[in-house]
């Protein structure tokens, strides 16, 4: 399964919406528990990646509320609602239902 | 929360092979899916191996079968990841992590550098 995000970078002023794209190229819905099989992940520099987002939608315990993630089937979103300077970073999309695969990333600046 | 450590990571030749190890703080990751994904100098994050809770099952991006073998044991709380036949594309940071499905949990990191 391949993961394409969108865009590659972004910028976007503090206190503003900022929006990332996951499309993969199969569906990640599973139709015995239907759920989708989808993660998002923050990679600050010199740091392993953080999980953010499981399951699509479901957020991680102590991450930002401002921080959203939405989709099905191949489409996904992750949404942070309102900037804040330590969220510069690269995000990453991932699919866990088959093996795992991750999108190319997504570098997230202030403007 | 489970924490990870890491270690085995270096400076290898070419052919060359290299062993590395991820030791976790609790036996609870005996209950989880353990996984390597690596990341080159500036690139993107590629998953590598992962094996199930058991070590019954294991599975390989196309790029390392044949070449890396992921096990695990448990009566350790350890994970690790032979690599045989290095080439410069190897060349990566390789983290450990884990989850049920998701990874949960992550390593700082072991650099492994292939050259000459």
């Known amino acids: 399964i391949v993961m394409t995000q969108s865009p590659d970078s972004l910028a976007v002023s503090l206190g503003e919406r900022a929006t990332i794209n996951c499309k993969s190229s199969q569906s990640v819905l599973h139709s015995s528990n239907n759920r989708n099989y989808l993660a998002w992940y923050q990679q600050k520099p010199g740091q392993p990646p953080k999980l953010l987002i499981y399951w699509a939608s479901t957020r991680e315990s102590g991450v930002p509320e401002r921080f959203s993630g939405s989709g099905s089937g191949t489409d996904f979103t992750l949404t942070v609602s309102s900037l804040q300077a330590e969220d510069v970073a690269v995000y990453y999309c991932q699919q866990y239902i088959s093996t795992r695969t991750f999108g190319q990333g997504t570098k997230l600046e202030i403007k | 929360d489970v924490q990870l450590v890491q270690s085995g990571g270096g400076l290898v030749q070419p052919g060359g092979s290299l062993r590395l190890s991820c030791v976790a703080s609790?036996?609870?990751?005996?209950?989880?899916?353990m996984d390597w994904v690596r990341q080159a100098p500036g690139k993107g994050l590629e998953w590598v191996a992962n094996?199930?809770?058991?070590?019954?099952?294991?599975y390989y991006v196309a790029s390392v079968r044949g070449r890396f073998t992921i096990s695990r044991d448990n009566a350790k709380r350890s994970l690790y990841l032979q690599m045989n036949s290095l080439t410069a594309g190897d060349t990566a940071m390789y983290y450990c992590?884990?989850?049920?499905?998701?990874?949960?949990?992550w390593g700082p990191g072991t650099l492994v550098t292939v050259s000459s």
């Open positions: 992590a884990g989850g049920r499905d998701y990874e949960k949990f």
């Open positions: 094996i199930k809770e058991d070590g019954s099952e294991t």
């Open positions: 609790e036996f609870t990751v005996n209950n989880y899916w």
